[in-house]
């Protein structure tokens, strides 16, 4: 789902790296508007395989909370549409599934910080955790499997002020329920936020971290030529983003949603749009939306 601009009140973005991600695990990417009606909302949830709810900043809009809505009821009468969220997206989701507004907490020291996860007893079951723990690190000498690279280097990059402390994630009785707790994690200075989960039953993953970063964000600062972000590119971090987004989309395999003609597909995808180095070194590329 595409954000306002920041810099351009008519425009919204998408950072590239969100499209390059679903692409490289052979996933297609339509873009939806913040400011999409219900009707449109409706009419791409009918055709798509799933929705990824980005990071970013922009207020939880109509157009999420409804096709949250859609994609609930759907998971819920047996018609898989999986949904995954990072960061910005990783917070709306808990605001919707706690159906509450003020669920996160502010004040995080936690921007520009690579941490390894603090996995929980949950994780050794999940279903998209257990089968790292047999999905070898390519190249890597001594082996190691994608699991030991996110418990054990620092390699999940956060980027937020905002976050769900464990202790508000278990008194939410929504929250509990729906979700295993795969992770945490501690800020700067020690406080701990939630930093990975599970749908107990529906096919929902969150992390409050970004892992389209390490493969797809290289930005540097010019002319010095210095990295604008401590984002890892070693062979776990690269390792770690493709298994996730392979996961993601394998599940997306499972809906049997369509389009209703070639043509209709064809136009809607992103691939008619063109990048931008309009926000770089922040992003890469971007892409630009006027509405």
């Excluded at 609930?72 to 997206?89: R, Y």
Aim: overall charge negative.
């Amino acid at each position: 789902m595409s954000h306002p601009s920041s810099s351009n009140a008519s425009q919204q973005y998408m950072a590239a790296s969100y499209v390059k991600w679903i692409e490289m695990a052979g996933g297609r990417v339509l873009p939806l508007s913040y400011h999409s009606s219900n009707a449109e909302v409706d009419e791409i949830f009918a055709q798509v395989n799933g929705a990824l709810f980005m990071g970013g900043g922009a207020s939880l809009p109509p157009a999420a909370r409804r096709l949250w809505s859609n994609a609930m009821a759907a998971n819920a009468a047996g018609d898989t549409f999986p949904i995954w969220g990072s960061c910005l997206g990783f917070e709306w989701i808990m605001k919707l599934a706690s159906e509450d507004d003020h669920v996160l907490r502010g004040g995080f020291d936690s921007e520009n910080l690579t941490l390894p996860l603090n996995l929980t007893a949950a994780a050794a079951t999940s279903r998209v955790l257990s089968p790292a723990a047999t999905t070898p690190v390519p190249f890597e000498k001594p082996a190691m499997s994608v699991l030991d690279a996110l418990k054990t280097l620092p390699i999940t990059m956060n980027n937020h002020v905002e976050g769900l402390t464990p202790s508000a994630f278990a008194s939410n009785e929504r929250l509990s329920t729906m979700f295993h707790l795969l992770s945490t994690n501690a800020d700067r200075h020690g406080r701990e936020f939630v930093s990975m989960v599970e749908g107990a039953t529906a096919p929902v993953w969150a992390t409050q971290w970004h892992p389209e970063k390490n493969i797809y964000e290289q930005g540097v600062r010019l002319p010095s030529g210095t990295a604008y972000e401590v984002i890892q590119h070693t062979r776990p971090a690269i390792a770690a983003a493709a298994y996730l987004a392979n996961f993601f989309v394998d599940q997306a395999r499972a809906s049997s949603h369509r389009f209703r003609s070639a043509e209709d597909e064809w136009d809607r995808l992103i691939y008619k749009y063109t990048t931008s180095l309009n926000d770089a070194p922040e992003f890469v590329q971007i892409y630009l939306f006027d509405y």
